[in-house]
């Protein structure tokens, strides 16, 4: 919950994965290790610069690293949806 537009909304993220039948790659392995990896490249290729821990809650304050990390992660087939509602 909080603001967008300077009005109060309340957003959820939804996110469905199964086992990569061509991989064998599980859900849990695919939705915690993609993410880690994808973030270790952003890091080696310049991407960010924060010093220390970077959180997940960071990451998305940052709307354009946000938005390169789900952008990779979807063309791995790691997809969100968001559903919005005004309070």
Do not use: K, Q, Y
């Given at each position: 919950e909080g603001e967008a537009n300077d009005a109060p909304v309340?957003?959820?993220?939804?996110?469905?994965?199964?086992?990569?039948?061509?991989t064998g790659h599980t859900a849990m392995?695919?939705?915690t290790g993609l993410p880690a990896v994808c973030m270790v490249r952003l890091l080696a290729r310049g991407g960010f610069a924060e010093p220390g821990i970077v959180t997940p809650e960071c990451i998305g304050a940052d709307?354009?690293?946000?938005?390169?990390?789900?952008?990779?992660?979807?063309?791995r087939g790691i997809e969100f949806e968001v559903f919005e509602s005004s309070n």
């Amino acid at each position: 919950e909080g603001e967008a537009n300077d009005a109060p909304v309340h957003r959820v993220w939804d996110l469905l994965d199964c086992t990569d039948p061509e991989t064998g790659h599980t859900a849990m392995a695919r939705t915690t290790g993609l993410p880690a990896v994808c973030m270790v490249r952003l890091l080696a290729r310049g991407g960010f610069a924060e010093p220390g821990i970077v959180t997940p809650e960071c990451i998305g304050a940052d709307a354009e690293l946000a938005r390169r990390l789900l952008e990779t992660l979807a063309e791995r087939g790691i997809e969100f949806e968001v559903f919005e509602s005004s309070n």
